[in-house]
T-cell receptor
């Protein structure tokens, strides 16, 4: 079956760095998305990786290893507004999105 | 731009009642989707549409119907609500993608509709 695994919850300190991991098992692979979702709000796009390596966008970076079925989202210089859930979603061979349950990130002062 | 707008934001139903969730997008996107989000689970696709007048079943279509009479609107109906349909519902839209789905295209989501069925 197809599956996306990510930790349920993580806690980090304001100003620090946190890495949110995602492992995937999909039938074929056509890329991996990260979305951010603040409580009670819509998911919003953060990143899309289809090739191996690290892509950086300001304080956020996303990494993909296709051989290991693994991705991570790296958040630097954490701010209180980064408290949110982070959703990992893989694109399978049929171009369907397979969603993880999300990682709730709690930022403490 | 408003993006994707969903109404209502909150609704409480009794078992057996019917209702319709409305979704409107102003980005001229071809594709539209209805998802449900439940605690501890990933987003699950209910139904989707690749254009005006077309609809297709997603992962969890039972108990729901949809219609796309206009390109900008996508309606989700519950004919006879059940407690198992208590959830947060998200509408999303995207440009056309590969395989008849969003593929590698970014989804733009609405703010969600919280439905409780008693």
């Amino acid at each position: 079956g197809q599956n996306i695994d990510q930790p349920t919850e993580m806690t980090a300190t304001e100003g620090a760095i946190v890495q949110i991991n995602c492992t995937y098992q999909t039938s074929g692979f056509n890329g991996l998305f990260w979305y951010q979702q603040h409580a009670g709000e819509a998911p919003t796009f953060l990143s899309y990786n289809v090739l191996d390596g690290l892509e950086e966008k300001g304080r956020f970076s996303s990494f993909l290893s296709r051989s290991k079925g693994y991705s991570y989202l790296l958040l630097k210089e954490l701010q209180m507004k980064d408290s949110a859930s982070y959703l990992c979603a893989g694109v399978d061979s049929n171009y369907q999105l397979i969603w993880g349950a999300g990682t709730k990130l709690i930022i403490k002062p | 731009n408003a993006g994707v707008t969903q109404t209502p934001k909150f609704r409480v139903l009794k078992t057996g009642q019917s209702m319709t969730l409305l979704c409107a997008q102003d980005m001229n996107h071809e594709y539209m989707y209805w998802y449900r989000q439940d605690p501890g689970m990933g987003l699950r696709l209910i139904h989707y549409s690749v254009g005006e007048g077309t609809t297709a079943k997603g992962e969890v279509p039972d108990g729901y119907n949809v219609s796309r009479l206009k390109k900008q609107n996508f309606l989700l109906g519950l004919e006879s609500a059940a407690p198992s349909q208590t959830s947060v519902y998200f509408c999303a839209s995207s440009p056309p993608g590969q395989g008849g789905l969003s593929g590698a295209n970014v989804l733009t989501f609405g703010a969600g509709s919280r439905l409780t069925v008693l």
